[in-house]
């Protein structure tokens, strides 16, 4: 198998052997939901209930506040109790919907239409009115991803089925337990799109999802299946671009569709082929809970708005005291104060560590080693950018790619010194933007 890759990047510990073997498993009903305006980047959303109101699984309850922006659905059958701040997996806290449980029945209907006589433009709006976004992480609007400009046509549709993140086997399941689905969900993408080509890329340390994945393909001449190395962060959109097809995105605010690509993650693939096929609303997704101390790692089928404290409740909690919850995965997930913010339509994990592994490293002087820039996949210099930062020379962090970098944490993963590269990085991110701005 020709194995392919990109620059830099780095190998970090793997620890999915914890929930790889965890098939999905659906969890009850809970008791509420919190599900917040702000799941995606855009415009947050616009509630178009109240408190009080009696809502049912799949009833829209807040709008698309302008065209980067998305549609929410109440996940389960219930009553409005709040509408207010509550935390959110990225740290924050912003606005959301609560919805407490009644006992209605929380089957959703469902259309049975046959997507084959649906036009490109029926499709998109299915995937509009379903409110779906991306699922890795990113969460951009999907029928905005969709609806490139005309002077951009798209030949190419990316699968990403590479979940590097250490930990993380959500997508993994999807892809051993939905593959048909997958595959179906990718050709309504390219349709779509008008692409003539579609591509699957999976990292090697899945081999049986590769060789699924090929026997699925194998009679579908414009389907192919591209196996990668295994390295983080090749799941990253410019990477896993250049890996599949050698087309580099260009730097300074470049997207996949300037080389005439769009990258789709394996659970947004899936939840593009229930909205199409059945008009159903993205009301849940496949989530892993995960670390050393929790008792039982699962893959978790769960509505959207489900406390992280439920989740781990339903994996039999910890053995020991948590050190650190981070939503996602430890490359580039949020560390969050406690277990009381909701899973959103991009939270691919929960992740609990012991204190001994959150344990914070004494930061030193960088010894100007460049192990930083050799793994760096965006060609950037992080300590110069992380200094200029920290001299409060944003002129020059501009000038260094600070707006280019993807936040994907391989620098500070090698550095010695320990230094807080990302934390710099980020705070030269705002910086750079209010400057811009003023």
């Not at 009553?79 to 207010?84: D, E, F, T």
């Not at 605010?253 to 593009?272: K, S």
């Not at 012991?354 to 996949?377: F, L, S, Y």
Request: net charge positive; aromatic share 6%; hydrophobic share 40%.
């Amino acid at each position: 198998m020709g194995l392919k890759t990109f620059p830099g990047g780095i190998h970090t510990h793997d620890y999915k052997n914890l929930s790889k073997q965890s098939a999905i498993e659906k969890i009850a009903k809970p008791s509420k939901v919190i599900i917040p305006l702000s799941q995606h980047i855009g415009a947050p959303s616009e509630p178009v209930v109240k408190v009080g109101d009696q809502v049912i699984v799949g009833q829209v309850i807040a709008e698309p506040k302008g065209f980067v922006s998305i549609y929410s659905h109440a996940s389960i059958s219930g009553k409005i109790s709040k509408i207010a701040n509550f935390p959110h997996p990225t740290g924050t806290i912003q606005k959301a919907i609560e919805i407490t449980a009644t006992e209605e029945n929380d089957e959703i209907e469902l259309a049975d239409d046959d997507p084959t006589k649906l036009s490109a433009d029926e499709m998109r709006s299915r995937v509009q009115q379903a409110g779906i976004c991306g699922m890795g992480g990113a969460g951009f609007p999907t029928h905005v991803k969709l609806s490139p400009p005309k002077d951009k046509p798209i030949d190419t549709i990316i699968l990403n089925g590479v979940e590097c993140e250490p930990y993380l086997t959500a997508d993994y399941r999807m892809m051993l337990e939905k593959a048909d689905e997958i595959i179906e969900g990718l050709k309504f993408i390219m349709k779509i799109a008008d692409a003539k080509e579609g591509i699957i890329g999976i990292e090697v340390n899945k081999p049986d999802v590769i060789k699924l994945m090929k026997q699925k393909t194998k009679n579908i001449d414009n389907l192919r299946v591209v196996g990668l190395k295994l390295k983080y962060p090749q799941g990253a959109e410019k990477q896993l671009i250049y890996a599949a097809t050698k087309r580099r995105v260009p730097n300074k605010g470049g997207l996949p569709m300037d080389v005439g690509v769009i990258v789709q993650n394996v659970g947004t693939a899936y939840a593009i082929y229930e909205a199409i096929r059945f008009k159903k609303p993205l009301i849940e997704r496949v989530i892993t809970v995960s670390g050393s101390i929790v008792n039982n790692p699962k893959n978790i089928l769960a509505p959207i708005g489900t406390r992280f404290s439920d989740l781990l409740e339903y994996c039999g909690g910890t053995s020991e005291n948590i050190g650190k919850v981070i939503s996602g995965g430890p490359m580039m997930g949020f560390a969050i104060p406690d277990l009381d913010s909701p899973m959103i339509k991009g939270s691919s994990g929960l992740l609990l560590l012991n204190k001994k592994e959150a344990q914070k490293e004494a930061e030193h002087t960088c010894i100007r080693c460049g192990a930083c820039v050799d793994v760096c996949p965006m060609n950037l210099v992080p300590s110069m950018i992380a200094q200029s930062v920290r001299y409060e020379q944003f002129d020059f962090a501009e000038r260094y790619g600070v707006m280019d970098c993807m936040k994907c944490g391989c620098c500070a993963y090698v550095c010695p010194a320990h230094i807080k590269l990302i934390q710099w990085i980020d705070i030269g991110k705002l910086k750079v933007t209010e400057l811009k701005q003023a």
